[in-house]
């Protein structure tokens, strides 16, 4: 009878777990190997053996369903055909599923090859920490102490579940693509419910715990190797705060009593003067109020802050001396106010009018319309305005005219455009999002992360901005049946409008403050009131500033000989109160197009899983979108110059900012500026001006309260 050399004779017969591990090592080289370009199960095609140890060989492979590289772990043939090691494999996926976190490598499935069982794992795009620290040597302290954070992130998920890891150390730590840390390699875990039933040695004794090499394991076993892999990362540096310092020398006690109860303990112990990184080192979402009383990392001192306000002071100016020459009402003799061309029109209709209506528009040159009827006119246009087409003209003594702006009568033109490829893209991009926004959405509401307070704020300011839209630009009769009518059909769109701005918030959000969680840092802060607050006034003064510059970089453009002039200001030449209607409407449109932005930007980093490729993706898409109508290559070239600045805005100061720049980008861009005194239009440009100085210099004066 084969006898057991680790234990008295007395107490086993035949071989110990101790011996049965010894075994599957012996026997590891005889395990079978799998050339590059095998395809097993008609699914992974294998590509690299990218590890190997005793618990088994690593190999890259590319899933053929799904489209993706993952790593698939084989056990030894040893512990393959014994009954109690393979037993650990299977322990090994239903643990390791348990735990889903951003500083884990995932493990996804469990599946047979012929006999041989391999767990489907993450693919890793990196090197493990210990290949790292050999490369390189010592890690600069700041990169040091986030791996290590991460490290105590990730350890801690697992713990929260129960899950022990057993085998922590720095070749079981991969360093992915964007630096981050991985906790690999649960192939030693065990559930603590279950640690009784545990008696195998197992582990790298470097790292193992002193009651480890007993057979006994547990949470604090994986505590100690943790300390262990912090005092190796962190050695020789001299700025170690001295709390955490004290926690990893508790992590190395001989007695598990004496050491920290979990990763969790030790992850505390980390500087946390900023607590949203702490929350979300440890994969959890930060309250909204967490948020909001975050310092943001990027600050800016009171001489940048000048130079900024001094900048985009220079770039408005730049703005209003040169858009006049790049746009078509600059560049077309506009000698009579719509004032006049109406009392023109109405003389050559030469009937009373009971109602009647004008306009501007560009087909393709600046054309004035002019509609009259004998009743009431009740439009259903969705902003309530007067068309050539609405309300349709059937009834008899309704009178439509065009004129020049000379005041010339002109043939009327009913012209039927074309939707451009920006338009039909935003669409194909919009419709699925919101369908996938309600469902994320509801998601979110039932599990408590959604800020329903913070979306019923945006909410009920994008209905209010709506209502007071439709209140300067709808037309109005004075007809209370009319009116009633006209309000209803506004108030249910307003009210349309807000619930996808809600919808969409909630189901944006949340992914947002857990992942990136500082770019909405002066958001947050606004919607709690705080107008006065020197992060919102630093955010609304770089919006401002790269506002600016979208709307030079469009001037740039229409400024190439044979390039077509600007158009999109002219039907604000209708009413000498346009710039205040569309101060209202294009918050509404800044608020949806930087959640629709940053939504779909982090929808792509989730299914592309590179950020650099999901970049690249979102600027594309976003060329197209913010690409003119005459859709040349210059045009898209423009577009994903935008994009880029977006991109740019988006990542490094956050939502708030990419709203007022969208805000103010559309803004300038949709009103006539001028320059000439003797513009009947000039007026716009003064309150333009206006508006645009008194906000940034509010701004300044709050940012340099700090």
């Given at each position: 009878?084969?006898?057991?050399?680790?234990?008295?004779?007395?107490?086993?017969?035949?071989?110990?777990?101790?011996?049965?591990?010894?075994?599957?090592?012996?026997?590891?080289?005889?395990?079978?190997?799998?050339?590059?370009?095998?395809?097993?199960?008609?699914?992974?095609?294998?590509?690299?053996?990218?590890?190997?140890?005793?618990?088994?060989?690593?190999?890259?492979?590319?899933?053929?369903?799904?489209?993706?590289?993952?790593?698939?772990?084989?056990?030894?043939?040893?512990?393959?055909?014994?009954?109690?090691?393979?037993?650990?494999?299977?322990?090994?996926?239903?643990?390791?599923?348990?735990?889903?976190?951003?500083?884990?490598?995932?493990?996804?499935?469990?599946?047979?090859?012929?006999?041989h069982p391999f767990i489907v794992m993450e693919y890793v795009d990196g090197e493990n920490l210990e290949a790292l620290l050999?490369?390189?040597?010592?890690?600069?302290?700041?990169?040091?102490?986030?791996?290590?954070?991460?490290?105590?992130?990730?350890?801690?998920?697992?713990?929260?579940?129960?899950?022990?890891?057993?085998?922590?150390?720095?070749?079981?730590?991969?360093?992915?693509?964007?630096?981050?840390?991985?906790?690999?390699?649960?192939?030693?875990?065990?559930?603590?419910?279950?640690?009784?039933?545990?008696?195998?040695?197992?582990?790298?004794?470097?790292?193992?715990?002193?009651?480890?090499?007993?057979?006994?394991?547990?949470?604090?076993?994986?505590?100690?190797?943790?300390?262990?892999?912090?005092?190796?990362?962190?050695?020789?540096?001299?700025?170690?705060?001295?709390?955490?310092?004290?926690?990893?020398?508790?992590?190395?006690?001989?007695?598990?009593?004496?050491?920290?109860?979990?990763?969790?303990?030790?992850?505390?112990?980390?500087?946390?003067?900023?607590?949203?990184?702490?929350?979300?080192?440890?994969?959890?979402?930060?309250?909204?109020?967490?948020?909001?009383?975050?310092?943001?990392?990027?600050?800016?001192?009171?001489?940048?802050?000048?130079?900024?306000?001094?900048?985009?002071?220079?770039?408005?100016?730049i703005v209003v001396f040169t858009k006049e020459r790049v746009s078509l009402e600059g560049r077309t003799s506009l000698p009579?106010?719509?004032?006049?061309?109406?009392?023109?029109?109405?003389?050559?209709?030469?009937?009373?009018?009971?109602?009647?209506?004008?306009?501007?528009?560009?087909?393709?040159?600046?054309?004035?319309?002019?509609?009259?009827?004998?009743?009431?006119?009740?439009?259903?246009?969705?902003?309530?305005?007067?068309?050539?087409?609405?309300?349709?003209?059937?009834?008899?003594?309704?009178?439509?005219?065009?004129?020049?702006?000379?005041?010339?009568?002109?043939?009327?033109?009913?012209?039927?455009?074309?939707?451009?490829?920006?338009?039909?893209?935003?669409?194909?991009?919009?419709?699925?999002?919101?369908?996938?926004?309600?469902?994320?959405?509801?998601?979110?509401?039932?599990?408590?992360?959604?800020?329903?307070?913070?979306?019923?704020?945006?909410?009920?300011?994008?209905?209010?901005?709506?209502?007071?839209?439709?209140?300067?630009?709808?037309?109005?009769?004075?007809?209370?049946?009319?009116?009633?009518?006209?309000?209803?059909?506004?108030?249910?769109?307003?009210?349309?409008?807000?619930?996808?701005?809600?919808?969409?918030?909630?189901?944006?959000?949340?992914?947002?403050?857990?992942?990136?969680?500082?770019?909405?840092?002066?958001?947050?802060?606004?919607?709690?009131?705080?107008?006065?607050?020197?992060?919102?006034?630093?955010?609304?003064?770089?919006?401002?500033?790269?506002?600016?510059?979208?709307?030079?970089?469009?001037?740039?453009?229409?400024?190439?000989?044979?390039?077509?002039?600007?158009?999109?200001?002219?039907?604000?030449?209708?009413?000498?109160?346009?710039?205040?209607?569309?101060?209202?409407?294009?918050?509404?449109?800044?608020?949806?197009?930087?959640?629709?932005?940053?939504?779909?930007?982090?929808?792509?980093?989730?299914?592309?899983?590179?950020?650099?490729?999901?970049?690249?993706?979102?600027?594309?898409?976003?060329?197209?979108?913010?690409?003119?109508?005459?859709?040349?290559?210059?045009?898209?070239?423009?577009?994903?110059?935008?994009?880029?600045?977006?991109?740019?805005?988006?990542?490094?100061?956050?939502?708030?900012?990419?709203?007022?720049?969208?805000?103010?980008?559309?803004?300038?861009?949709?009103?006539?500026?001028?320059?000439?005194?003797?513009?009947?239009?000039?007026?716009?440009?003064?309150?333009?001006?206006?508006?645009?100085?008194?906000?940034?210099?509010?701004?300044?004066?709050?940012?340099?309260?700090?």
């Amino acid at each position: 009878m084969t006898t057991c050399p680790h234990l008295p004779k007395e107490s086993v017969s035949g071989l110990c777990p101790q011996c049965l591990f010894e075994v599957a090592l012996k026997s590891s080289d005889d395990f079978a190997r799998f050339t590059p370009g095998t395809i097993l199960n008609d699914r992974f095609q294998i590509t690299a053996l990218i590890g190997r140890g005793g618990m088994g060989e690593v190999y890259r492979a590319d899933d053929l369903k799904l489209g993706q590289p993952v790593a698939l772990k084989f056990v030894p043939l040893a512990i393959a055909q014994s009954g109690e090691l393979l037993q650990r494999l299977y322990s090994e996926v239903r643990l390791g599923r348990q735990v889903a976190h951003p500083n884990v490598c995932r493990l996804f499935d469990l599946a047979d090859y012929e006999g041989h069982p391999f767990i489907v794992m993450e693919y890793v795009d990196g090197e493990n920490l210990e290949a790292l620290l050999q490369r390189v040597g010592r890690l600069p302290q700041r990169k040091a102490m986030d791996i290590a954070r991460e490290i105590c992130a990730g350890l801690a998920a697992s713990h929260d579940r129960e899950v022990i890891h057993g085998d922590l150390k720095p070749a079981n730590i991969m360093i992915d693509g964007r630096g981050q840390a991985r906790v690999s390699d649960f192939g030693l875990s065990a559930l603590a419910a279950d640690i009784t039933q545990r008696t195998l040695i197992a582990g790298t004794p470097a790292y193992m715990a002193p009651e480890q090499l007993k057979g006994q394991m547990s949470v604090r076993s994986d505590v100690y190797a943790l300390g262990l892999v912090l005092q190796e990362l962190l050695e020789g540096f001299r700025n170690v705060p001295s709390e955490l310092q004290e926690k990893i020398e508790k992590c190395l006690a001989i007695d598990p009593a004496n050491r920290p109860a979990s990763a969790r303990d030790v992850l505390a112990a980390f500087p946390s003067g900023d607590l949203l990184d702490a929350a979300v080192a440890a994969g959890e979402t930060p309250s909204p109020d967490l948020v909001a009383a975050t310092e943001p990392s990027i600050r800016l001192s009171r001489r940048v802050v000048s130079l900024i306000f001094g900048a985009v002071l220079i770039a408005m100016t730049i703005v209003v001396f040169t858009k006049e020459r790049v746009s078509l009402e600059g560049r077309t003799s506009l000698p009579y106010s719509p004032a006049v061309l109406e009392r023109r029109a109405r003389r050559i209709a030469g009937v009373v009018a009971g109602d009647y209506a004008s306009w501007f528009a560009a087909d393709p040159s600046i054309r004035f319309y002019y509609r009259q009827s004998p009743k009431p006119m009740a439009s259903n246009d969705p902003d309530g305005r007067i068309t050539l087409n609405e309300p349709p003209p059937d009834l008899p003594g309704m009178v439509a005219l065009s004129l020049t702006p000379e005041g010339a009568i002109v043939p009327v033109v009913h012209v039927e455009e074309k939707a451009p490829l920006s338009l039909t893209v935003y669409f194909a991009l919009l419709v699925p999002l919101i369908i996938a926004g309600a469902f994320v959405a509801r998601r979110n509401i039932r599990s408590g992360r959604g800020d329903v307070r913070g979306a019923r704020r945006i909410a009920a300011w994008v209905f209010l901005c709506r209502i007071l839209y439709w209140i300067f630009a709808a037309h109005h009769t004075r007809s209370f049946v009319d009116e009633f009518q006209i309000f209803s059909l506004a108030f249910a769109r307003s009210l349309m409008y807000a619930a996808e701005v809600w919808v969409g918030y909630l189901a944006v959000e949340p992914y947002i403050r857990r992942r990136r969680p500082k770019t909405i840092i002066g958001w947050k802060r606004l919607l709690e009131g705080r107008w006065n607050d020197p992060i919102v006034a630093r955010d609304m003064l770089l919006g401002a500033g790269f506002g600016a510059a979208m709307v030079l970089l469009e001037e740039l453009r229409r400024a190439v000989p044979g390039a077509a002039p600007f158009t999109s200001a002219i039907p604000a030449l209708s009413s000498r109160l346009s710039w205040l209607e569309l101060l209202f409407y294009f918050q509404t449109r800044a608020i949806f197009y930087s959640l629709f932005g940053l939504f779909l930007l982090l929808l792509l980093r989730a299914i592309l899983r590179k950020t650099l490729i999901a970049s690249a993706v979102w600027v594309i898409a976003l060329a197209v979108l913010l690409a003119q109508a005459e859709q040349r290559p210059l045009d898209y070239i423009l577009g994903a110059a935008l994009a880029l600045i977006l991109l740019l805005v988006l990542n490094r100061y956050g939502l708030l900012t990419c709203a007022v720049a969208f805000f103010w980008y559309l803004f300038l861009t949709s009103l006539p500026l001028t320059t000439d005194m003797h513009r009947w239009y000039v007026g716009t440009t003064i309150a333009v001006v206006a508006l645009f100085a008194a906000s940034l210099i509010a701004s300044l004066r709050t940012a340099l309260a700090t």
